[in-house]
């Protein structure tokens, strides 16, 4: 197991005991690592837009959101396995494309074969993910996100955000983001260097959406504020030299 990559989980039951459980069989996987554990439906989506995530054991039946209403409202979904106390939740949980679904009380080799089915499906399209044409013109990317291939427009790209093998793109033009497995360097070695730049060990800027620079921040053109990193700053300020009509 040592050369597989390890499947970021959310752990997500509005049950102390059931979250529990759940941190307990996922540590015992040795491919699974539990990187959250939330109360709420709500706390997970929160938890996903701070670190990439790459699979869901997710109660359905809790207050406020529920689990099913959770991953309908993702831009992007990890794979999901349902756990629930109710049987009649199953088929709306497969037409949402869950991985499995563990009726409860579930014991750990029922929550064995779901993580099996997990690894498989993440293996899959990881495969894929290393087999999608990354570029086809100079102004176009097709990348593989959320159980397809996406095809973007390098133009619209606002900046590049890395997370952990995982980069998220932002978009001008209100498209939502996308996150597909990448890493930086790779990215930063098919962009046109003209257009783009790294700026920070977590982030490529498009330079035609540079506003303003602020001491050590750049400022996009919808007010997102980025750090300069100290081993990129040289470059930038470069790059910023030589299109300054000022000195």
């Not at 109360?39 to 359905?60: G, K, T």
């Not at 990881?126 to 087999?131: D, E, T």
């Not at 050590?216 to 990129?232: F, H, K, M, Q």
Request: with cysteine; charged share 25%.
């Amino acid at each position: 197991m040592s050369d597989e990559l390890k499947i970021r989980c959310l752990a997500v039951d509005d049950e102390p005991l059931a979250l529990q459980q759940l941190e307990k069989y996922i540590g015992e996987v040795p491919w699974l690592e539990c990187v959250g554990l939330c109360q709420s439906a709500v706390e997970a989506r929160q938890q996903m837009e701070q670190q990439a995530v790459d699979a869901l054991f997710l109660d359905i039946n809790m207050p406020d959101l529920s689990g099913l209403d959770l991953v309908r409202g993702l831009a992007v979904t990890p794979l999901v396995v349902f756990t629930t106390a109710y049987s009649e939740y199953a088929l709306e949980g497969y037409k949402v494309d869950a991985v499995d679904f563990l009726l409860k009380p579930f014991g750990a080799a029922d929550f064995q074969r779901a993580a099996e089915k997990v690894r498989e499906r993440f293996r899959l399209l990881h495969n894929q993910s290393a087999a999608a044409p990354a570029e086809t013109s100079d102004d176009v990317l097709f990348l593989k996100a959320d159980y397809k291939v996406v095809r973007i427009d390098i133009n619209k790209i606002r900046y590049v955000e890395g997370m952990s093998e995982y980069l998220r793109f932002h978009f001008a033009g209100g498209r939502q983001p996308l996150v597909t497995l990448l890493n930086m360097k790779d990215l930063a070695e098919r962009l046109p260097a003209a257009s783009f730049m790294r700026i920070h060990r977590s982030y490529i800027i498009n330079l035609e959406k540079v506003k303003e620079v602020n001491k050590n921040r750049v400022v996009l053109d919808d007010n997102t504020e980025l750090p300069i990193g100290d081993l990129y700053r040289d470059a930038f300020t470069a790059w910023l030299s030589s299109h300054s009509l000022t000195r």
